[in-house]
């Protein structure tokens, strides 16, 4: 294991709503459901590695599985993943994050904004947040250009901002459609490679991916992998990571 290099494990705890995009139709009971039950899924790799992770948590899904985000939070971070995964407000920025703070009985001290939607960092910075990690460096069509961005660590406003990690050159990005999509092998392979030349390696997928989500109406490549096959995925990528660098909440490498 390398000490000085760090691997940034994340995952948004949220509703699962992603149907709602594509027009399908599913209750909020639904879409809790699937959200806890891949939650669940991912604990089992977590704990045999004994590797801390930092939980994006809409307020909302804490508020219904209270015990479950209380039980985390003694070995992850809890953060914040504002209010509701499908609506905001600017007040959701400090309401999510007492309500956050009051289950988990910790300190929440990051954000990531649903579907990495911009955000002032002068409203993070007054909801009282440390770091926010909104940003995908990169140009995904339909959704986002940030090419014009830092790839690394850099502060705006007083806040400390966290891109979810690129590959330096091309900056093909290392998130959740990638992991599910491109063959291990290069996924590995660019994932170290950012590792060595950053320090640190910042993903992000989410629970209810590595829960069976192939009954719904959405796009192949967002289901491609997932369930058993996607869990066992994860599993493999922390056996090879953990030989690359050490296993950190961001708020523990932010300080």
């Not at 801390?52 to 948590?57: I, K, P, S």
């Not at 250009?145 to 400390?160: A, M």
């Not at 660019?190 to 069976?212: N, R, S, V």
Request: proline share 5%; with cysteine; aromatic share 12%.
């Amino acid at each position: 294991m390398k000490k000085d290099r760090f691997i940034l494990l994340s995952f948004d705890v949220e509703e699962f709503d992603m149907p709602l995009e594509y027009g399908e139709q599913i209750s909020l009971d639904e879409q809790l459901t699937i959200g806890h039950r891949g939650t669940e899924a991912i604990i089992p790799t977590l704990e045999e590695h004994k590797i801390n992770a930092t939980l994006f948590t809409t307020a909302n899904y804490a508020m219904h599985f209270p015990q479950q985000i209380k039980a985390l939070a003694k070995q992850h971070e809890i953060a914040s993943h504002t209010f509701y995964h499908s609506s905001f407000k600017e007040e959701d920025l400090l309401l999510s994050k007492q309500k956050l703070e009051e289950i988990s009985e910790t300190s929440v001290t990051g954000l990531r904004m649903p579907r990495m939607k911009k955000i002032d960092m002068a409203d993070v910075k007054n909801a009282g947040y440390d770091y926010d990690s909104s940003i995908n460096p990169t140009f995904l069509p339909g959704r986002y250009n940030n090419l014009h961005l830092s790839r690394t660590l850099y502060i705006e406003d007083g806040v400390k901002r966290l891109p979810a990690s690129v590959s330096p050159h091309l900056r093909i990005p290392l998130f959740w459609l990638a992991f599910k999509n491109l063959p291990y092998f290069i996924f590995k392979k660019m994932a170290i490679q950012t590792l060595k030349k950053d320090g640190y390696l910042c993903l992000y997928f989410h629970p209810w991916e590595f829960a069976d989500i192939n009954k719904y109406k959405l796009p192949g490549y967002t289901k491609k992998l997932c369930g058993l096959p996607l869990q066992k995925r994860l599993h493999q990528l922390v056996i090879d990571l953990k030989n690359e660098g050490e296993f950190a909440t961001i708020q523990s490498y932010l300080k």
